[in-house]
């Protein structure tokens, strides 16, 4: 049964730290996506790789998020130096970048969330 | 450009009632929809999408949807709510021509009465 993974499910950090989470997408997904949910906010878009490219990365912090793709079967997403506002659960999502004919066009498969509190 | 709105941020109903979820879109081209629902402390799920096949889309837990065209319309119905549904409910709208980029609508979130 192919999901995405993330790790860790669950941070507590204090303000300052770093803090990285991971994301293990879909065996053969090209496409890999980070969003931040919050009470406030709802759903989020930070980040956006095709093919391990990144191609929108719009709705993040530059100044202290960063996302990289090191391999096919590895995405980042580091906070450095977080603070309190960060707090959020932190959702991987993969997919394939198909045609139509391939039936799964637009669809993500999304992880199961990191949960990270700033203290 | 493309949007969701979902028209409702909460809907309650009792047990074995029916459940309608409202949901409308703009686009500019021919849409990928999807319903994606989220049970409390856990991740996405994809409940079912309709991709330009049937308009009647059949998705798990006994959900379905309709894609309306002239309505700009994808509501998500179920005929018999039961207490395990109680969650929120994303319409969501595929970017066409930008990969497998998706829009969110709000949510919505559905109680379930005993």
Redesign the interface.
């Known amino acids: 049964d192919a999901r995405v993974t993330q790790t860790p499910r669950h941070k507590v950090t204090e303000m300052g730290q770093e803090v990285t989470m991971r994301c293990q997408p879909i065996l053969g997904h090209n ?1 890999v ?1 980070w969003y931040r949910q919050t009470m406030m906010q ?2 989020e ?1 930070l980040a ?1 790789f ?1 093919n391990r490219a990144p ?2 990365d719009s709705g993040m912090p530059k100044d202290r998020f960063s996302a990289e793709m090191p391999d096919a079967t590895l995405a980042t997403l580091k906070i450095q130096p977080s603070e309190p506002r960060d707090s959020a659960v932190y ?1 991987c ?1 993969s ?3 198909g045609t ?1 004919a391939s ?11 990191t ?1 990270l509190t700033v203290l | 450009a493309q949007s969701v709105t979902q028209l409702d941020s909460h809907v309650s109903v009792s047990e074995g009632t029916p459940v309608l979820l409202r949901c409308n879109y703009s686009s500019s081209y021919s849409p ?1 929809l ?1 319903w ?1 629902v989220q049970h409390p ?6 409940l079912l ?1 309709y ?2 096949a049937a308009t009647l889309v059949k998705g798990i837990n006994g959900f379905e949807a309709e894609f309306k065209k002239s309505e700009t319309s994808f509501h998500l119905t179920k005929p018999s709510a039961h207490m395990s549904d109680a969650a929120e409910y ?1 319409c969501v709208v ?2 066409a021509n930008a ?4 829009t ?1 609508g ?2 919505t979130r559905l109680m379930v009465k005993p």
């Open positions: 496409t996506f709802g759903l878009l956006y095709r191609l929108d959702f999502a997919g394939s970048s139509l039936g799964n066009r637009n669809e993500q498969f999304f992880g199961p969330g949960r | 990928s999807f994606y402390n856990k991740g996405l799920q994809l999408k991709t330009s994303f595929g970017r990969g497998n980029m998706l969110f709000g949510g």
